[in-house]
């Protein structure tokens, strides 16, 4: 069974960075195409990145530049560097694997201005 279980989330004021790192177990994150979505208050959960088998990363246009996705030092985790942050960045953060229907629970996170 696929499990998700996403962490670094917290209180940031703007401009600054936060790593998310998600911990994936049940598969091999490497061997699979992983998302990283979001969900503001009050708005759909929407796409932000993604990183292919082959470690091609793509970006929303909001967060292209600002926002790295990579495979993280950790086994079968996937990390999600968020700089140069801004309120509208405030969302609960979800990963998950693309052939998969599992969701994590998500991390908050907050950006003052």
């Known amino acids: 069974q696929v499990q998700l279980v996403e962490s670094g989330g917290g209180l940031v004021q703007a401009g600054g960075s936060l790593t998310l790192s998600c911990t994936v177990s049940g598969i091999i994150a490497s061997g699979n195409t992983m998302d990283w979505y979001r969900q503001a208050p009050g708005k759909e959960r929407e796409w932000v990145a993604t990183i292919t088998p082959g470690d091609w990363p793509t970006y929303a246009d909001s967060v292209k530049g600002r926002f790295t996705i990579s495979r993280g030092n950790a086994r079968n985790t996937v990390d999600l560097q968020m700089n140069n942050m801004n309120p509208e960045d405030t969302a609960v953060y979800y990963c998950?694997?693309?052939?998969?229907?599992?969701w994590g629970r998500g991390t908050q996170v907050t950006v003052s201005s």
């Open positions: 998950k694997a693309r052939r998969y229907k599992q």
